[in-house]
């Protein structure tokens, strides 16, 4: 049967997902439940109004005290039933089953156990200030402490081995039972009893939505994953922290999921784009544009004495270096695949790191290159190719040449301006090793490049020559022409690239590569 009373704007603006769940029904069907276009059962439609008449008290309530937002997403953990929130009853009631997993750990049961009975306060849309809820660690630590369970879960947390080093207070309140720690990333915190499991629920959401596929199931899945996580880094260990990386123009065509030395491609689905991207003109483009590598980052924590910067493991120290090598390789991967193709330039546009203890969002927009109009196509006939570049990329020695990645990227994302065209002439000298005698690029340009050797050659010679007018100060191109010569510029040294990681591997980071490159004749070059 239908629902006769009309369903209010509010509820609807909650979202699907948490009616799905309280229904036990299909997002689709809910979908269609909230557009009054659904028969439910008679039980369904009891449930649902019970919603519905829920949401309405809670929200006058929340519009007498003036704050309806805050005072409405405030209450709607702390409506329980007989020590079950009323979502989970109302799921029970209408044949719905929560994951019961065997698990032996007691405190990975226990937090197993809060999260299904949470899982469900993770759906329910908070329209346009998302952090009132699912970033709400306080109604979250306050919902947990109405369970009938929390005792045992603090308790379990504080008898665990790893967890024993990280509270300095210890007291009979939760929330003064704390440790202070400073992370590898440089950030300071606070840990408390009350705190911990909500951060752990809260960064296990975030992880699990990414990644795209949701349900309780794996929800709890996810948090007992972060809880490994966090104990190991509790323990003073160096933990694998989940890291992603968006990236722009280029597309998954016919493969959801490929695997790579730097970890795992996954293209946008509607689920991981309304998550990781929000921005609806974005989630539409991404249909067809647009992936997110998921790979590790090493990350510790130190609690009590905190350490100086120089005192944590290499490992650690290292990481950004690592993410940033992985992001270049990547990049460079793709250019090389499509270099015949003039594709446009492929860049990350946002990073996100999932760490177990931190209480705010941990994504980080990029400043990155333009959205091209048509990406390229990743499809299967080229699998072999990435796999041969992200090989051969791997296998060379190439820090002499990672200003070159760097610069190439800082042009393409400001190509107009005389900056980026610097940018890009830089790389071109760095590819080269040209220091004092970089007036010798346009030769070993010659001696590299095949097939269009004169002209690669010309444009060097030409490049050089603006390179001289800029710093005299009588550049006066005007923006189109700027854009021009640096998209030449970048061509040319992603060519270079091309037949130097080809031809000679071994001078890619060679000190002396600009005077051997231009000894060199066609016939000892190494193939």
Known sequence: MLVKEPIPNFVKAMGHRVVAYILNVTESEARQVLQNQYRLSAKQQDTFISYVQLCRQMRAVALSQGDIEQSFFHRIPHVLQNGQHIFSVWRNQNDGFQPSESISDPLAKSLAA??????????????????????????????????????????HILEDPSFERVFETISNEPSETLGHYVDSKGKRGVITLSSLPSAILLNSYDLMRIRGPMSDSTFVETVLELLEIARSVADGEVAQIPLFVGFRNAALVDLDELDTKWGTIRRYTPSIAEYTLHLPSLMAKRKDSGFMLESGYAYAINSGDLLEDDDWPDDVLEADNEKMSTELNITLCLAMCFLNDSPPFVAPEWVWHVDPFSLEGAKENVDTVKEADEPVQITTRILDDVENWSLLLEDTD???????????????????????????????????????????????????????????????????????????????????????????????????LHHLYLKMPTLVSDPDRLAKIVSKTKDNIAC
């Open 114 to 155: 809060v999260a299904t009975e949470l899982y469900p306060l993770f759906l329910v849309k908070a329209g346009t200030k998302p952090h009132l809820f699912y970033r709400a660690s306080g109604y979250l630590s306050a919902a947990i402490a109405q369970l009938p369970g929390h005792k045992a879960l603090y308790r």
């Open 398 to 496: 190439s820090t002499g040449i990672r200003l070159a990645f760097s610069r190439l990227f800082s042009a393409a994302r400001q190509p107009s301006r005389i900056d980026g065209l610097l940018d890009a002439m830089v790389a071109l000298r760095n590819i080269f090793g040209a220091g004092s005698n970089a007036d010798d690029v346009p030769k070993a340009v010659e001696a590299l490049v095949s097939g269009d050797a004169d002209e690669a050659a010309q444009l060097a010679l030409e490049l050089a020559e603006d390179w001289n007018q800029i710093l005299q100060g009588d550049a006066w191109w005007d923006a189109e022409e700027v854009r021009e010569k640096t998209m030449l510029c970048i061509s040319l040294c992603l060519t270079c």
